[in-house]
């Protein structure tokens, strides 16, 4: 039998020795922060300084990019202290603060993405009540129902994951995760398998329940409708898909890799695929709405902000 023990450390197995090459990966990722960093903040400023831009998509889109920094915060900075450092160890309570931010972050997106979804539906397939049925209260009780329950529920995982006696402390990522910590317990975590696929099998099935339903319509709507209505739904809506697809990739390689073994594929390929999510959409996201919903076009809006007529 193993000895059971609640170390206050946790050694992160995925790193690798950089060599001479680390102040270039340090350069690199803290560049990729950088800029993840300015343009959500920018589209943010852009969006509560521009009054005409406070209209439900708008508001939702402001949403999305205050958890892209709300996520890429919850990494970058614990990834940059971690590639410097000579030994990858972080301490338990720093681990569980990391394990919080990460799933809630992923919690809230989806969440998000749907709440888009049906704004997307409701001006496409209702466009006469669009304003009675998308009013400012009910936008403001959607964004609480978008980032309570998920802060609520991987607030709730703390206190079965941190109680446990733990067997080992060695997680094969280069950042905490909940069930890499729940494969370290010596005890039973049956209790913890049965409630983190439940809240998993929520956050993901909930929302995309939603956005299948509220797709379809839109479809439906699109190919019986007129052309000025298709292209209504193509400009809104290929961006949000773009950033569903997006997201939904690495969140389902992140599922999938802490769920089965993968010792035997690359560890670059596994340090990717488990970064993915937290580091595209952030970085994607701003890219799309910034460059192609012409009310948010960054150029323009800046000229706005500083009180410079932008060219037409």
Sequence with gaps: MKNSTQLSDFILGAYFDGGPFRSLYFTIVMSLYVFIFGS???????????????????????SLFVNELYGSTGLFPFLLIQILSDVHTVSAPLCFLQVFSVYSY???????????SYDRYLAICCP??????????????????IWSPPLLVNFLTLPL?????????????????????????C????????YGLTVSALSVFGPLIVILYTYMRILKVCFSGSKQTRQKAVSTCTPH???????????CFEILQSRFNMNSSPNMLRIF????????PPLFNPLMYGLNLSKIQCFNQLCYICGVPSQK
């Design 40 to 62: 959500n903040l920018l589209l943010i400023v852009v969006i509560c300084v521009n009054r005409s831009l406070h209209e439900p998509m708008y508001m939702f889109l402001c």
């Design 106 to 116: 992923g919690s809230v997106e989806f969440l998000n993405l749907a709440a888009m």
């Design 128 to 145: 006469l009540q669009y304003n009675e049925l998308m009013t400012a209260n009910k936008v403001t009780k959607l964004i609480v129902a």
């Design 161 to 185: 994951i941190v109680p446990l006696k733990r067997c080992g402390n060695i997680i094969n990522k280069v950042y905490c995760d909940n069930h890499s910590i729940v494969k370290l317990a």
């Design 187 to 194: 005890s039973d975590t049956t209790l913890n398998n049965i």
């Design 241 to 251: 898909l773009a950033s569903l697809l997006n997201f939904s990739f690495g969140a």
């Design 273 to 280: 695929l488990s970064l993915y999510f937290l580091t595209c």
